[in-house]
Nanobody, 118 residues
Framework: QVQLVESGGGSVQPGGSLRLSCAAS????????MAWYRQAPGNERELVAR???????NYADSVKGRFTISRDNAKMTVFLQMNNLKPEDTAVYYC????????????WGQGTQVTVSS
């Protein structure tokens, strides 16, 4: 069973930075997309950023210019560098890997809490 292990969450003041990491516990085969989602209390889970195997990135409008997603295919790891954090970034962040073998398979991390507060 493949597990995605997240790290890097925590509490910071507004304007601070955090770097999230998410690594697969074993080989998953071809990883088409790595992504980060987040869910704040009372809200639906939303896409924050995603990166294709070729390195194409997409960001939610609310994080453009502040967050950067990157991936290390050899280490099956995705990162999310979060700068200039705002209180509205407070949420549980989940990583997601979309893999293709004979069919699409989605893997999810357990979630890591990010709290931005003064």
């Amino acid at each position: 069973q493949v597990q995605l292990v997240e790290s890097g969450g925590g509490s910071v003041q507004p304007g601070g930075s955090l770097r999230l990491s998410c690594a697969a516990s074993r080989s998953t085969g071809y990883i088409a997309v790595m992504a980060w989602y987040r869910q704040a209390p009372g809200n639906e889970r939303e896409l924050v950023a995603r990166i294709s195997n070729a390195g194409t990135t997409n960001y939610a409008d609310s994080v453009k210019g502040r967050f950067t997603i990157s991936r290390d295919n050899a280490k099956m790891t995705v990162f999310l560098q979060m700068n200039n954090l705002k209180p509205e970034d407070t949420a549980v962040y989940y990583c997601n890997f979309v893999t293709w073998a004979t069919m699409r398979t989605d893997y999810w991390g357990q979630g890591t809490q990010v709290t931005v507060s003064s």
